[in-house]
């Protein structure tokens, strides 16, 4: 597959081989203003990116890539972005076995609504640093990924998308495209590379965690963080995020 990236044409799906999820975020109306093409870009994880990819990407202009796995996600899967000319930043949501997250809540169901209650409550600090490194990518274009670029990114690109104005619905629909995405090849290589290296629970539900971004959990996660915090800005401010940093990311994301 041959990786072509426009820079001139506003499109949502980017092929970058190696890649399933590669997609800009630019297009989206934030009351009188939109989000910028070409600007913020969100992806699976980039280890099998070959050699057009890296050309593609170098052409591109990309200065930030923020990449939010474990340190064991990248140890098995690194980066294959060499020759770019980017900076990398690991900023891990979380750092060890997911079910160690999980775990601290007696009874709790592992799905993906728990998950995510658990990364906005107890790892909230690590989801603002996301969001101010994106806001200090200056000029050049930022990628933001993690492994499959639905969840942790999910939830990165929603909470910088939700801080500038984007309506919810858009922050939604752009969430839950990744479903789409990662249908088919993609989805059916995790949910087997998962089945042969751990023994499931009964009931399990294996392909919703590795490929389901259902809008509904994204709507019901915004409405928390507007009931709680007032609103995604505000959401950041009280974990760490200055109103100096936010103006800087309405200038980066905002035409």
């Known amino acids: 597959m041959t990786s072509t990236l426009p820079s001139t044409q506003a499109t949502r799906r980017l092929p970058l081989a190696g890649t399933y999820n590669f997609r800009d975020v630019g297009g989206y109306a934030a009351g009188d203003r939109t989000t910028r093409w070409g600007r913020l870009f969100r992806s699976d994880a980039l280890h099998a990116v070959d050699q057009s990819g890296r050309d593609a990407l170098a052409e591109l202009g990309l200065g930030l890539v923020v990449d939010l796995r474990e340190s064991e996600e990248r140890t098995t899967a690194p980066n294959a972005l060499a020759g770019v000319g980017h900076s990398e930043v690991h900023r891990p949501v979380y750092d060890g076995p997911v079910e160690h997250t999980i775990s601290d809540r007696p009874g709790a169901a592992f799905d993906l609504a728990s998950l995510y209650r658990t990364m906005i409550t107890d790892h909230a600090e690590n989801l603002t640093g996301a969001v101010r490194l994106i806001a200090a990518a200056g000029e050049a274009p930022a990628l933001v ?94 974990h760490g995020m200055s109103d100096t940093e936010l103006t800087t990311l309405r200038t980066f994301l905002l035409s």
Do not use: Q
């Not at 801080?163 to 990744?178: F, I, K, M, P, W």
């Not at 998962?194 to 709507?219: H, N, T, Y």
């Not at 019901?220 to 995604?232: F, K, N, R, S, W």
């Open 145 to 238: 990924h993690c492994t499959a670029g639905k969840d942790r990114t999910g939830l990165v690109v929603a909470l910088a998308l939700a801080a500038v104005g984007v309506e919810t619905r858009d922050v939604v629909a752009d969430y839950a495209l990744s479903e789409t995405m990662l249908h088919g090849e993609w989805a059916e290589a995790m949910v087997a590379s998962f089945r042969a290296r751990v023994v499931l629970p009964e009931g399990f539900d294996i392909e919703g965690i590795v490929s389901a971004s259902p809008a509904e959990l994204m709507r019901t996660t915004l409405a928390d963080i507007d009931t709680e915090h007032g609103g995604a800005a505000n959401y950041l401010r009280n």
